[in-house]
């Protein structure tokens, strides 16, 4: 199943130290951002440092306070909740546990019977290309790895919403794109709701059905750009004249920002 999600008027603000008279200053990261986004949709979100884009992921997974109102599926955002799954840069495995140990860590804790548990987490590792390495640890794995079996761990709940920050930003190129390649076949083929934040316009187009464009200081919604072209997308797409344009469009709306 697949969540809706509504962010409506949404601020956020914090204390940055006192004056000299002792009054805090208060510094608001995100500003009045309102965004609807539909069911099985991929949105990226890019913007300048200071664009307030992970604030907002952790908002919408219920991880910081906010004004305004964020629902999930009709349900306001007051807390964490076992239907978003959140993907941060650093893959934060498990050390002890092997790769299918970590995939099903998730599983467990909602109590779900050993068999089937083993059924999906199984599942997830082999749409993910991991299933040779089921049974190696963290430390034996590539950092390309690290992450394919932390997203595996994450879609291994079944979330309706799916929250990823920057999970490849700190991989090389060639991972970097090897992962995006099968990351939005396997979200467009698990039809998961995904919010995806990124500083990389190209991967932001490559991944997202739809780019928002967040200014700096504070975060604020500058552009909504849908991206049409069908799923799965080919790498020789990032190459083409419509691609280009997007880029070009969205680059131009960075440098405003």
């Known amino acids: 199943m697949s969540a809706s999600v509504k962010i409506n008027n949404v601020c956020k603000e914090f204390i940055a130290g006192s004056s000299r008279r002792g009054i805090p200053t208060v510094h608001r990261v995100l500003d009045n951002i309102s965004l609807d986004i539909n069911p099985g949709e991929t949105t990226t ?11 907002l992921l952790l908002c919408v997974a219920g991880l910081e306070s906010y004004t305004g109102k964020i629902e999930v599926d009709g349900h306001c955002i007051a807390g964490p909740r ?37 059924q999906r987490a199984e599942r997830l590792l082999e749409l993910v290309g991991l299933t040779s390495a089921r049974n ?24 309706h919403l799916l929250l990823m920050d920057e999970p490849f930003g700190a991989l090389d190129a060639i ?17 998961v709701t995904t919010v995806f934040i990124t500083h990389d316009i190209a991967e932001a187009i490559y991944l997202g059905n739809r780019v928002v464009v967040l200014s700096a200081n504070p975060g604020r919604v500058l552009l909504e750009q849908t991206v049409e072209e069908p799923r799965p997308r080919p790498l020789e797409w990032k190459q083409s004249e419509s691609f280009q344009k997007l880029s070009a469009r969205l ?6 920002a």
């Open 45 to 55: 979100i890019i913007g300048p440092s200071g664009s307030g884009k992970s604030t």
């Open 82 to 118: 076992p239907d978003i799954a959140t993907v941060f840069q650093a893959p934060h495995l498990l050390p002890w546990r092997t790769t299918l140990a970590n995939v099903e860590y998730g599983l467990e804790l909602q109590r779900v019977p050993p068999m089937e548990r083993k």
């Open 251 to 256: 680059w131009q709306a960075l440098r405003v």
């Open 175 to 191: 991972t970097k794109e090897y992962l995006q390649e099968e990351f939005q076949a396997l979200v467009a083929r698990q039809q």
């Open 136 to 159: 190696l640890y963290p430390a034996q794995l590539s950092g390309g790895m690290q992450q394919r079996a932390n997203i595996a761990r994450a879609l291994a709940v079944e979330p």
